[in-house]
């Protein structure tokens, strides 16, 4: 497999990005099994392994990474003999690096990397919560889940989109480190990032059978209009860091 496919299309709820008039509605979601889980603020990275080669292969959404480049490529050959004696060459690892702040800046994240979705490469399909926590162990860490089960009413799971786990109290002052370490103008920076660091919005999974059914997201309003306001894409941006909870534990 010379590149793995993106995860498979996202439905929008009703009302997420502003679009009160678009979208699921969220009564179609009751009495399913659904996993909410945070939308993290990263880049989608799918990580798996080929024959014969005990380095992990690494893609941004469809775009190849060469092997062992950046800090990125250094946690991968790290974590790659643990990694593979669980998944192997049988499924592809799907999470979001944190490493760079793009609209939301994080100053304690457990990890860089929040796995949120395994492959199985011979049928496709994605594998629910407990099956993806049952294969991948402690290895990886896993997105925050915030609701898992069926809800009475959908339409409250709403609410969960507040503040993230990783973003203290303290941020601005780490903000404004990260931002000076990154040699911009504190003013400036914080023109690109959302003025209350509240949730980019959920992730929605109904799983069924082992597998994920069904997707959808909701986006923050406030986040949409942050992202419009911006005077460019962040990979365009001088590179400002998200901060982890301690040095450590990318090599732990």
């Known amino acids: ?144 889940v915030l609701h898992h089960g069926p809800h009475g009413r959908p339409e409250d799971l709403r609410d969960l989109a507040g503040r993230s786990a990783a973003i203290s109290s303290d941020w601005r002052d780490a903000f404004a480190q990260a931002s000076t370490e990154a040699r911009v103008p504190v003013a400036r920076a914080e023109s690109w990032i959302t003025a209350d660091q509240m949730m980019e919005g959920l992730y929605i999974k109904h799983e069924a059978a082992g597998r994920v059914a069904g997707r959808y997201k909701f986006i923050s309003p406030a986040f949409l209009a942050r992202i419009h306001a911006q005077d460019g894409h962040w990979s365009s941006r001088p590179r400002i860091q998200n901060r982890t909870r301690s040095a450590e534990v990318l090599w732990t």
């Open 1 to 144: 497999m010379p590149q793995p496919p993106r995860t498979p299309r996202t439905l929008h709820m009703a009302g997420s990005a502003g679009r009160p008039d678009q979208g699921e509605s969220w009564h179609s979601l009751a009495g399913k099994t659904l996993v909410v889980e945070e939308k993290a603020d990263g880049e989608e990275i799918t990580i798996w392994f080929e024959s014969g080669d005990p380095m992990p292969r690494m893609a941004a959404r469809t775009t190849p990474l060469t092997p062992g480049i950046g800090l990125i490529g250094a946690w991968g050959a790290f974590i790659a003999p643990a990694l593979r004696a669980r998944i192997g060459e049988d499924f592809a690892v799907t999470g979001m690096w944190m490493e760079r702040t793009h609209a939301v800046f994080y100053d304690c994240l457990p990890h860089l990397f929040w796995e949120c979705d395994v492959r199985e490469l011979s049928s496709g399909h994605y594998l629910d919560t407990p099956s993806r926590r049952e294969l991948l162990g402690d290895v990886l860490i896993p997105v925050p």
